[in-house]
């Protein structure tokens, strides 16, 4: 269905209604806040497009160039044109970007009748570009005799007074307006004045003064500020300020809205390095991260972290996982937040509630290399977490834990997108640098602009380098198919195909290797990264020792009885190194492991409090007299048992740490085995990124969107048609954000609207009205039906739509 023929557009709801379908659809992708909920007709959408949340969303889209022509038509009296926007911005008339700023709804009308939506000057708040109100306004504030006064200090011939055509406030207004008034009132200014101009012209427009209400003329003028007072060049903006006119500002700047023209992004800075190298460290690194949540994964499975009763991770627990992964605390929230948004990793919900592997994670673990990089990966680039924020201090003074809600940040996303689109456009092998970056991107989004955006940008190349979707600071080849794969996009239906992302990395990825080369020191080493089921044995029963090209671990009694811990005999531990060894098992670690195996569960702990068990009194005896578990203060019940106050876990860990090799059983004599993935959550799903900005739906469903628009704009159009024979349209229900839209944007038009009212009993009037005005919480109208001016609260409005003129 195409637009209907209109005229000449007398409001935004009018040039909606003349558009075209793909204008339309065009306008919901980028707005896409504006289609949830759909919309009646077209014109509660323009209602919508011009509420102020909304707006406010648009501006934080746009760059400086299109930021800045919304400043110099907020500046310009209405209507403007686009020779005007470009002239005060000083650039060509075709470099304006008025096209999409029409496109987005936030202006509208032709190129030489350009008019801005609403809302669109309260979002640009009180001094757009840094300028200040008009003269006229400022001389509104002060009374006829003040300008009368001034008038007769510039020496300014006004028509009498009291003649019905004289208006004085106009006249010195208009005076003061002209540019080369304003030069020759300058040229006399004395040094301090200037000076105060200066501190004015380019910074904010509000300087304080005391009392500057008070009368100044050029014989009272004592000071630099009550100079240009006395003469206009300032005006009062309250009792303790003064504010720079717009019109003395701009003949400051030269007529420009900004010292220099903004077209266009700035150059980026970038090393060059070979695409070869980039992908290889980005390899190395993908790598290296799917090495450490896999250990994560086994570390927790084993020794689950207790959450905070606050939410999160304890800063203790934090640095007792950066130990374990032998890495430092930043890099490891870093692998703590994406096993997290990876859905590795989860609050398993118990009474004492701990951070534990989901089912998901073994799932995961199963899967080949790349397909579980690239899971990790899009979890990053979707999610809304802001890791680099883990250890500092909110604004109470409190510790952000890992984990925890209080990293929550929903610009994350926005830079990840941001900074990755920025890469992938300086070009393959090409690292830009910091600084340089940031330029751009502060010029991409100049309303975001600040502090956190930068600390972000900071964090986000951190972040792309730990996953390997940077190498030494420029795109792979893995990150690059990342930004081209449009992750929020949902999965098509049906079986899965090749994932680009995926085999991106798996060609950068080393071949897991099958074996181990065991050695006489009781050491093994790894030529290479090792398949996961040979990965995880070699993480239970041995240390490891170094890295490098080459992994060296190192057995020894500790290691080897955490294996056993885990349920493996010395048997199955011994059979699995041969198979998995180019070379024979060495005698010294058939001995150690066989001793190890020996002395394994001699002790027994269970609960009591805990109580100690052994067939071996002599072994009792021992550690009754040994000072390293004297803090369990045991007591002998019997020639084989001790009591503990303990808890058994206590106990055990005290035992283990002592040298011994306890194990724990139950109730009834039967050994406990804790394996690996023995401690997992219920399903859980990832966490879900918190909104910044709703995404736009699929082209389809925005084509269907508009046909409903244009349905409804008929229906709404025959209903307009109706009202003329009768007694109004039919009034459909609208939500308060429009009614509140709908009846301010009647007021500011002095248009006529149908109203549904709610009176104390529930029942519904229908009312023509005219909106008057509209604040805290009440419309004040002039009603069509009485002839008499009322108020009605907003909340009991059940609907509104606009009325003809011949309703």
């Not at 809304?384 to 409190?398: E, F, M, N, Y």
Request: glycine share 8%; proline share 8%; charged share 20%.
């Amino acid at each position: 269905m195409s637009a209907p023929a209109a005229s000449a557009a007398r409001s935004l709801a009018d040039d909606l209604r003349a558009r075209s379908d793909a204008q339309l659809v065009a306008l919901l992708q980028a707005r896409p806040d504006l289609a949830t909920p759909v919309p009646s007709d077209l014109t509660s959408l323009a209602a919508r497009a011009t509420t102020r949340a909304s707006v406010q969303r648009a501006l934080d889209r746009l760059d400086t160039l299109g930021l800045h022509c919304l400043e110099a038509l907020a500046v310009l009296p209405e209507p403007a044109s686009r020779a005007e926007v470009a002239q005060l911005l000083g650039v060509r008339p075709k470099a304006c970007t008025i096209g999409l700023l029409r496109d987005l709804a936030l202006v509208w009308g032709p190129d030489c009748d350009l008019r801005l939506a609403r809302a669109v000057r309260d979002n640009l708040g009180p001094h757009p570009a840094g300028l200040g109100p008009p003269v006229a306004e400022l001389l509104g504030k002060r009374d006829l005799a003040a300008v009368l006064a001034l008038a007769r200090d510039l020496g300014l011939q006004l028509d009498h007074p009291h003649a019905a055509a004289c208006d004085p406030l106009a006249q010195v207004a208009a005076h003061l307006s002209d540019p080369a008034v304003i030069a020759d009132l300058l040229q006399d200014a004395p040094p301090q004045s200037r000076a105060v101009l200066e501190q004015l012209t380019w910074r904010s427009p509000v300087g304080a003064l005391p009392r500057a209400d008070r009368a100044v003329d050029r014989q009272s003028a004592s000071t630099a500020v009550e100079w240009l007072l006395a003469r206009g060049l300032l005006g009062v903006a309250d009792a303790e300020h003064v504010v720079l006119p717009k019109e003395v500002a701009l003949a400051l700047r030269g007529g420009r809205l900004h010292a220099e023209p903004s077209t266009a992004a700035p150059a980026v800075e970038a090393v060059s390095h070979e695409p070869s190298s980039v992908d290889a460290a980005a390899g190395v690194a993908g790598a290296e991260l799917l090495r450490l949540v896999e250990e994560l994964l086994q570390s927790w499975g084993l020794t689950p972290p207790p959450v905070l009763r606050s939410g999160g991770l304890g800063v203790r627990e934090l640095r007792r996982t950066a130990a374990g992964l032998q890495v430092d605390e930043p890099t490891a929230a870093r692998v703590v937040e994406l096993a997290y948004v990876g859905g590795l990793i989860a609050d398993d919900g118990q009474a004492q509630p701990v951070w534990a592997p989901t089912p998901a994670s073994e799932q995961w673990q199963n899967l080949s290399p790349a397909p579980r990089w690239a899971v990790l990966a899009r979890a990053w680039l979707g999610c809304t977490r802001a890791p680099g924020l883990v250890g500092t201090r909110d604004p109470k003074g409190a510790v952000r834990a890992a984990l925890s809600a209080d990293i929550e940040r929903p610009l994350a996303r926005v830079v990840r997108v941001d900074v990755l689109r920025e890469l992938a456009d300086v070009g393959a092998g090409l690292a830009p640098q910091p600084h340089s970056l940031l330029g751009r991107l502060h010029w991409q989004r100049p309303r975001q602009a600040g502090a956190l955006v930068d600390e972000l940008v900071t964090w986000t190349l951190a972040e792309a380098e730990l996953l390997g979707v940077t190498g030494r600071g420029a795109l792979s080849t893995p990150g690059r198919a990342l930004h081209a794969a449009r992750v929020f996009e949902p999965e098509p239906a049906g079986p899965a195909g090749p994932d680009p992302v995926a085999d991106a990395m798996g060609a950068l990825l080393p071949e897991p290797v099958d074996h181990v080369l065991l050695q006489a020191d009781l050491t093994a080493v790894a030529p290479g990264q090792l398949e996961p089921v040979l990965a995880r044995a070699m993480a239970l029963s041995a240390d490891v020792e170094s890295r490098g090209g080459a992994t060296v671990y190192r057995f020894s009694p500790l290691s080897v009885r955490r294996a056993l811990d885990a349920g493996w005999s010395a048997h199955e531990l011994l059979e699995l190194l041969a198979a998995r060894s180019r070379t024979p098992v060495p005698q010294p670690l058939d001995y150690l492991v066989h001793d190890v195996a020996r002395r394994h569960g001699q002790l027994r702990v269970a609960a009591a409090g805990a109580y100690i068990r052994s067939d071996d009194e002599s072994l009792i005896g021992e550690l009754l007299a040994e000072r390293r578990v004297a803090a369990l203060r045991l007591r002998r019940l019997a020639p084989t048992v001790l009591v503990a106050q303990a808890e058994p876990a206590t106990v055990l860990s005290v035992l283990r740490q002592a040298g011994r090799a306890p194990v724990a059983e139950s109730a009834d004599g039967v050994v406990v085995v804790r394996r690996p993935d023995s401690r997992r959550t219920p399903p859980r799903q990832p966490p879900q990124p918190t909104s910044w900005g709703q995404l736009a739906p699929s082209q389809g469903l925005l084509e269907a969107v508009v046909r409903m628009l244009r349905a409804g704009q008929l229906s709404y159009d025959q209903q307009l048609a109706r009202s003329a024979r009768g007694p109004g349209p039919a009034l459909t229900a609208t939500d308060p954000a429009l009614t509140l839209a709908t009846l301010r944007a009647a007021a500011a038009a002095r248009e006529r609207v149908w109203i549904g009212y709610a009176d104390a009993s529930g029942h519904v009037e229908r009312r023509v009205v005219e909106p008057l005005s509209v604040e805290g919480g009440r419309v004040t109208v002039f009603d069509h039906g009485t002839e008499h001016v009322r108020s009605f609260s907003v909340h009991r409005v059940t609907a509104v739509t606009r009325a003809d003129e011949s309703a």
